[in-house]
């Protein structure tokens, strides 16, 4: 497993997952819900920052590696569906739209890996829409952790909007993702039936 600066920066965010749902655990006598709100959302905004700069340094410093490109994204969907379940308890986003999002992850997981074992990866590699998405929940969640009035705006309201369009992002990449996969799954459906009728 290689050790540099850009992966170190990748596992600090996965280290900072429980600290942002942990903080939600600790006695109201030690931390008011204010003060919760604030850290866990201060918690999640530092480790949104490390899923930039850890892909920035390592382009710039020629640090890319395999183990590297398959933990980033590990690492930022265990955040966002620890941050989402966190908001599910406290009553902050709806169940749907958290298993829109969730349940998108977990398809899209497994339909790159599908694509991978059959060597079509760069069908499904990450595009403008997907980064799109990723963008505006990383401004929603945040929001609605802090769920308090920001420079005379409440952030629960704008975050509660942003994490609506992130879930309709969320369906239209992956339909997106699924087109562009649709020939290969065809093709080797055909395939797999022509097998079974010459047996």
Not at 59 to 69: E, V
């Amino acid at each position: 497993m290689p050790l540099n600066i850009p992966i170190l920066l990748t596992w600090l965010r996965v280290a900072m997952i429980p600290l942002v749902v942990g903080v939600y655990y600790l006695p109201e006598a030690w931390l008011p819900m204010h003060t919760k709100n604030v850290t866990a959302a201060s918690f999640f905004i530092i480790a949104a920052v490390t899923d930039w700069l850890d892909g920035f340094l390592a382009r710039r410093w020629n640090q890319t590696s395999s183990f590297g490109a398959f933990l980033d994204p590990v690492a930022d969907k265990l955040m966002v569906t620890a941050a989402l379940l966190s908001l599910l308890a406290l009553g902050r986003v709806a169940d749907l739209i958290a298993l829109v999002i969730i349940g998108r992850e977990i398809t899209i997981s497994a339909l790159r890996e599908w694509m991978a074992q059959i060597g079509a990866s760069k069908s499904v590699a990450v595009n403008f829409l997907g980064k799109l998405k990723t963008t505006v929940q990383m401004i929603a969640i945040p929001l609605l952790l802090f769920n308090d009035t920001l420079f005379g705006i409440d952030a629960s309201v704008l975050g509660g909007w942003m994490i609506y369009l992130a879930a309709v992002l969320t369906l239209w990449s992956m339909f997106y993702y699924m087109k562009l996969a649709w020939p290969q799954i065809r093709e080797r459906s055909d395939a797999l039936g022509e097998a079974r009728a010459q047996k």
